[in-house]
């Protein structure tokens, strides 16, 4: 249970990275973006992720980890709906919902 717990972190934090490059990225010059904090949170989130990703691939089946990063989706999903203020049509939500669902049909 532990290590899916880390796994929806991980799909968390990488949704969260997402966000922090987003806003890094928001009307701001190419030289501008490198000099930007949220540049550098961005991909330092990415590496942590990426480190958390090799780490559950140790003990969890690769057929179980690498479907069940489909939920960084959703939570990029609720955080630029959120945060971003973008609207989620109702096929969106649907289309959140079955990757919910079939992620966690993958863990049972």
Not at 10 to 31: H, P, Q
Not at 86 to 102: F, P, T, Y
Request: hydrophobic share 55%; aromatic share 12%.
């Amino acid at each position: 249970m532990t290590l899916i717990l880390l796994l929806v972190a991980m799909t968390m934090l990488g949704a969260v990275a997402s966000l922090m490059l987003k806003k890094a990225c928001t009307n701001l010059t190419l030289r501008e973006i490198y000099k930007n904090g949220w540049f550098f949170g961005g991909g330092g989130l990415y590496f942590v992720t990426a480190l958390m990703n090799i780490a559950l691939l140790r003990y969890l089946d690769y057929s179980v980890v690498l479907p069940f990063t489909s939920l960084t989706y959703v939570w990029s999903a609720i955080l630029s709906a959120s945060v971003l203020k973008e609207k989620i049509s109702r096929k969106q939500g649907i289309g959140l919902a079955l990757i919910v669902c079939g992620a966690f049909l993958l863990v049972m």
